[in-house]
C-alpha cells in the first residue's frame, strides 16, 4: 500500500457539500482506503471558474491503498457531481 495525499474541491453550498462529501467517503470506504488524517483547509478563491463558480471549499485527505484503486477511485469521482476537482498526489517514501 502506498500513501497519498487527495485534495478535493467542493461547492460552498452546505447540501451539496455534504452529499459530495458522504458519496466520496462512501467511494473511499467501498474501495478498503485508509484514510490517515483530514485537513478541513476552508473556503478559498478559484485560480479560474469551475462550474460557474469562483470559491470552494478545500478538504486535504492523507490516505494509504494501493495504485491499483487510484484508477477505480478516479472513475467514480468523475461521476460525483458535487465535487468540483481533486487531485491524487503520491507521498515518497
Do not use: C, W
Not at 24 to 44: A, C, H, M, P, Q
Not at 60 to 72: A, Q, S, Y
Amino acid at each position: 500500500m502506498r500513501q497519498y495525499e487527495l485534495t478535493v474541491i467542493f461547492p460552498l453550498e452546505d447540501d451539496q457539500h455534504k452529499s459530495g462529501r458522504e458519496q466520496l467517503l462512501n467511494d473511499l470506504n467501498e474501495n478498503g482506503v485508509t484514510i490517515e488524517k483530514t485537513d478541513e483547509i476552508g473556503d478559498r478563491d478559484l485560480a479560474y471558474e469551475i462550474k460557474k463558480r469562483k470559491r470552494g471549499k478545500y478538504v486535504l485527505f492523507t490516505i494509504k491503498t494501493d495504485p491499483e484503486k487510484i484508477v477505480v477511485l478516479d472513475r467514480s469521482f468523475k461521476l460525483n457531481a458535487n465535487l468540483l476537482k481533486y487531485l491524487f498526489v503520491n507521498i515518497e517514501e
